[in-house]
Each structure stands twice: as structure tokens, then as C-alpha cells.
């Protein structure tokens, strides 16, 4: 498990990766798996191997699927999936949350979304889960609680990590 053992080293040695642009890539790679378009909101941050997060993304701007007022708020969204298809309309969000001076910030962009069928990913560290719910609890964000999910840093690079296993077995490479 590569990825568990990068977040370990992070954590104790300041590892030259920046776990938010980390989780990122992580995103965007899991997009890309499950044959969504992918947009970033950071595409010079650093993935892992000096991979620049814009080579992942297939997206290089929104797509004009609503007013430009919205777009203009929704394209500081760390990452959106959107579907493939004649209309391309926002599917998942993630915010990555690596300090707490920006749950609220990550919470207020994701509900820019809310009048489409969109899913808001929450990703942070698991000490910060606490502060995720009391934020639920609250207005505005209480009526769209149900959209949201919290997934910790962790259980996100566990994911990506058998999703790689996945699609190697797929490709027969594995």
C-alpha cells in the first residue's frame, strides 16, 4: 500500500509531497478510473513524482453548464467530477480540508452546487470529522446534509490504492 505509507512518512518527516495537492491527485485519478471528466483547481500543485495535477485532469476550465456567477465560485473547488454525456453537469466535489480555518470556506462552495445533482466529498484529516458534523448541524449547511460525506485522508488512500489494483487486474497486468 504505497499511498498509506506516504501519508505515515508525511506526517512524521514533513515529506516533501503536500498532502493537499496528494489528495488531489488522488481524486482526480479516481475520476479519471470511473470515466468522469476531471477538473482541478490547482493544476501546478504537485501530485507525487513531480506530476503536475493538469497532466491528471481531463479538463483545463469549467464547463459553462450554469450562469458565470456560479462558475466563477465553484471553480475554487479543489476537485469536480462531472459526467460524460451532451449535457456535462457537476457529479461529485471535493473539497480538501487540511486546516480547520477551511471547513467552512470548503462547505460554502460545495452548496454553490446544490440546485444540481451533485454529491459533496469532504476529505480531511479523521480529527477533524468532529468538526465536520457540528457544521452539519448548523445553517445553511443542516438542509443539505444528506449530500455531504466525510472521508478521511486514510480511507481515501485505501481506495485509490485498490482502485490502482483494480485496473491493473482489469488490464490484465496485475
Not at 476529505?123 to 449547511?141: G, H, M, R, T
Not at 446534509?145 to 485496473?167: G, P
Amino acid at each position: 500500500m504505497l499511498g498509506v505509507s506516504i501519508v505515515r512518512k508525511y506526517q512524521k518527516n514533513d515529506y516533501d509531497i503536500r498532502m493537499h495537492s496528494y489528495i488531489q491527485g488522488i481524486c482526480l485519478e479516481l475520476g479519471n478510473l470511473n470515466n468522469f471528466y476531471t477538473y482541478v483547481a490547482d493544476p501546478n500543485f504537485v501530485f507525487k513524482d513531480n506530476v503536475k495535477l493538469h497532466t491528471l485532469s481531463t479538463l483545463d476550465k469549467i464547463p459553462e453548464f450554469t450562469y458565470p456567477e456560479i462558475i466563477n465560485e465553484v471553480k475554487r473547488i479543489d476537485v469536480i467530477w462531472f459526467n460524460k454525456g451532451s449535457v456535462v453537469l457537476p457529479k461529485k466535489s471535493f473539497e480538501i480540508v487540511d486546516s480547520l480555518q477551511t471547513l467552512e470556506k470548503a462547505f460554502n462552495r460545495s452548496i454553490k452546487l446544490f440546485h444540481f445533482q451533485t454529491e459533496f466529498k469532504i476529505i480531511a484529516p479523521k480529527k477533524f470529522e468532529k468538526d465536520y458534523e457540528k457544521n452539519l448541524k448548523s445553517d445553511p449547511y443542516y438542509e443539505y446534509k444528506n449530500r455531504f460525506v466525510f472521508k478521511d485522508y486514510e480511507t481515501i488512500i485505501q481506495l485509490y490504492d485498490s482502485a490502482l489494483i483494480v485496473d491493473k487486474l482489469r488490464k490484465g497486468i496485475y
